[in-house]
């Protein structure tokens, strides 16, 4: 059982999403590797904090141009759509944890390039939202 001091530290872990911040900026990490990390993760935490206020997008590992490449990875034959289980593998790969369940052409197991993107970048959003203003 978690003393009183360990469930104040979990609740406010969760309160300002600390951990998905955390997760966010070691994933940025990871794929831009920096020359000079710190300063790298102040920038990110600077346009985070100015994204919030100003209701803009925050940063993001993923732009459109990627995202067509991971769409093109799964459709190899160019047929202009991939499957709902592509769609998923793909969302949680990419870190994506709430995925719309019923996204368009899920019902016809056809999933378009524009509906993915659409899907990934508003699930992108949601993950990198997670500057909590005190």
Known sequence: MATQREQDAADYL?????MELME????????YRPENPTEFLIEQLEQLQVSR?????????????????VFGMMDPANQKYITFAQYKHALTTMGIKDINECPD????????L?????????????CTATYTPM
């Open 24 to 31: 966010n900026l070691t994933g940025m990490l990871f794929f």
């Open 53 to 69: 206020q100003g209701g803009e997008k925050g940063p993001n590992l993923f732009n459109s141009s990627n995202l067509d490449a």
């Open 114 to 126: 524009e509906t993915f993107k659409a899907e990934a970048m508003q699930g992108l959003q949601r």
């Open 105 to 112: 052409g899920a019902n016809e197991d056809r999933i378009s």
């Open 14 to 18: 969760k309160r300002h999403q600390i």
